[in-house]
């Protein structure tokens, strides 16, 4: 998800300052955000003037509020599709492009680590969705990350079946047999 987008949307809810919006970030979606990130993004939105620093509070905090034109780009941002090419790479596809031709790499091995990782991460979710105190937008997140999850284990179990269809069978060692003329 774009910091950029996710600061805005929570400044829609109204002013905050940086360790607010953090943890208001991490408590909707479950990701972890750097503060330096945030300041670095709230800094950037100001100057775009998307969002406009208000005065200190008693405690030395500066809070945000999102402006007019903050509020116009995140409703396009709302409405526009994402698209598959503006996703990150996936790493676990270019590792296993990879490691299908590199000389000496077991690809099976790198297939069912990963297997056994994203199998755990699932069970893991799968606790977490069971908790019924969660809040909607996190129980949506985890219902992404649980279906994402299983849809890479189909994947890897596909792409174990495409090596074993592409993997040459062993060739029997045969000798030559000689026909002696006579």
């Not at 409405?79 to 090419?85: K, L």
Request: aromatic share 8%; proline share 4%.
């Amino acid at each position: 998800m774009s910091v950029k987008y996710g600061l805005l949307a929570l400044l829609e809810r109204g002013p905050m300052y940086g360790y607010q919006l953090r943890a208001a970030f991490q408590e909707s979606t479950g990701g972890s955000l750097n503060i330096g990130q945030v300041y670095t993004t709230l800094s950037r939105l100001e100057r775009d003037e998307f969002v406009r620093a208000l005065e200190e509070n008693e405690s030395g905090q500066r809070p945000y509020e999102i402006t007019g034109a903050g509020r116009a780009d995140l409703k396009t941002w709302f409405s526009t599709p994402i698209s598959r090419s503006d996703r990150p790479r996936d790493e676990l596809a270019i590792k296993l492009a990879l490691a299908v031709t590199t000389p000496g790499v077991d690809v099976r091995a790198i297939m069912q680590a990963q297997r056994t990782s994203t199998m755990r991460a699932l069970q893991e979710y799968t606790r977490l969705k069971s908790l019924s105190d969660t809040d909607l937008a996190w129980q949506l997140v985890l219902e992404s990350m649980i279906f994402q999850s299983e849809a890479e284990i189909r994947w890897l179990d596909h792409c174990e079946a495409t090596l074993a269809k592409h993997t040459p069978k062993p060739v029997e060692n045969r000798q030559e047999k000689t026909v002696e003329l006579r």
